[in-house]
């Protein structure tokens, strides 16, 4: 009789060992088609959906070891493999864990940072991406940004940036989205006084992402503060229509020349170049202009500089004079001096 209860009891415990990995059959091509969708939730950093998702193609296990064997370990770097070691945790569920303290940081402050920490540094050890563990040392650095401890913020981000200057948070919301190795080290280098390191790299990050409002304004900080000690050596900046546009030189007063295409896209306009005579037209809201490859001004508006570029500014190349451009398609420049910024609106 004692043997039969065990023998029920084992049977039981067995069966419901089964019922937890249990799913309906499925075929091949439905496994394949749930692995990318569960892979693509987890790059979007949408972790818990993610595991949802690949628990059922655990369970399509015979399929998954004969067909696409390869991605085995990318699940259970994902921690949803069915019958794994009791109480494990792998790395995305840590670092959802950590982006739930983030989330809460304009509520919990630091304290919310702190917890996210020791989570971050275990998601760090056990990733076996690279992706992941740039995610979270990308992380570990901006907490210690936000701790005010910059002396172990720069040295993570910096090699992140050497290496990865475009990674950006996988964030699931986008509060902060403009948040990248260079922005962090920029926040860090401004700590710690040094605003000829922080306005190069907030420069950089604005060649890559040129709408970043937050970046402009502390980009435009960081000029005016190296204006004030003597110290800015950079030429001039424009921001049009609260966008970063890659300046060049300033030939002469009011010529200041910036990336033809560049300022096009931020007026929301039409940018041409005709390869064979090197002329640049741009056209929008029923006006065109047209400024010569030769260096000399569009004839149309020549009164609107104080003098003409020298041939040497090779216009030809890409490059516009700025305020003949923006103020031809109605837009006004503002010159601010100290900082060398045209801000045009």
């Known amino acids: 009789m004692r043997t039969?209860?065990?023998?029920?009891?084992?049977?039981?415990?067995?069966?419901?060992?089964?019922?937890?990995?249990?799913?309906?059959?499925?075929?091949?091509?439905?496994?394949?088609?749930?692995?990318?969708?569960?892979?693509?939730?987890?790059?979007?950093?949408?972790y818990h959906e993610a595991i949802e998702v690949l628990q059922r193609v655990v369970a399509f296990d015979p399929a998954l070891e004969a067909d696409f064997p390869?991605?085995?370990?990318?699940?259970?770097?994902?921690?949803?493999?069915?019958?794994?070691?009791?109480?494990?945790?792998?790395?995305?569920?840590e670092l959802s864990q950590a982006l739930a303290h983030l989330g809460n940081r304009e509520v919990g402050g630091d304290r919310e940072v702190e917890a996210a920490v020791p989570l971050l540094e275990v998601a760090f050890s056990k990733a076996l991406s690279d992706d992941d563990r740039d995610q979270a040392v990308l992380l570990l650095g901006l907490c210690y940004?936000?701790?005010?401890?910059?002396?172990?913020?720069?040295?993570?981000?910096?090699?992140?940036?050497?290496?990865?200057?475009?990674?950006?948070?996988?964030?699931?919301?986008?509060?902060?989205?403009?948040?990248?190795?260079?922005?962090g080290l920029g926040f860090c280098y401004k700590a710690k006084g040094d605003w000829q390191k922080a306005a190069d790299v907030w420069e950089r990050f604005l060649r890559i992402q040129p709408n970043a409002q937050r970046i402009l304004t502390n980009l435009a900080?960081?000029?005016?503060?190296?204006?004030?000690?003597?110290?800015?050596?950079?030429?001039?900046?424009?921001?049009?229509?609260?966008?970063?546009?890659?300046?060049y030189s300033q030939v002469a007063v009011g010529w200041l020349l910036v990336s033809g295409p560049e300022l096009a896209q931020a007026l929301r306009i039409h940018y041409a170049q005709d390869s064979r005579t090197g002329e640049a037209r741009l056209s929008g809201g029923g006006k065109t202009l047209v400024v010569?490859?030769?260096?000399?001004?569009?004839?149309?508006?020549?009164?609107?500089?104080?003098?003409?570029?020298?041939?040497?500014?090779?216009?030809?190349?890409?490059?516009v004079p700025l305020r003949v451009v923006a103020e031809h398609f109605g837009a006004k420049v503002q010159w601010e001096p100290l900082a060398r910024i045209a801000w045009v609106n």
């Open 221 to 247: 900080e960081a000029r005016r503060e190296l204006a004030k000690a003597g110290n800015l050596a950079a030429p001039p900046m424009a921001v049009v229509k609260g966008r970063y546009v890659p300046s």
């Open 4 to 46: 039969t209860s065990m023998l029920v009891v084992a049977i039981t415990g067995l069966w419901l060992a089964t019922a937890v990995c249990a799913q309906p059959q499925m075929t091949v091509e439905e496994a394949r088609g749930l692995l990318r969708r569960g892979f693509d939730l987890r790059g979007q950093g949408r």
């Open 145 to 183: 940004q936000w701790l005010h401890q910059c002396d172990r913020a720069i040295p993570r981000l910096e090699a992140l940036a050497a290496r990865r200057p475009t990674l950006k948070v996988s964030f699931p919301d986008q509060k902060i989205s403009d948040i990248s190795p260079l922005t």
């Open 70 to 93: 390869e991605e085995k370990i990318h699940l259970l770097a994902a921690g949803v493999v069915c019958g794994g070691p009791t109480g494990a945790v792998a790395a995305p569920q």
């Open 292 to 319: 010569p490859a030769d260096g000399g001004a569009p004839g149309a508006t020549r009164s609107l500089t104080a003098s003409p570029p020298p041939p040497e500014a090779s216009l030809g190349k890409k490059l």
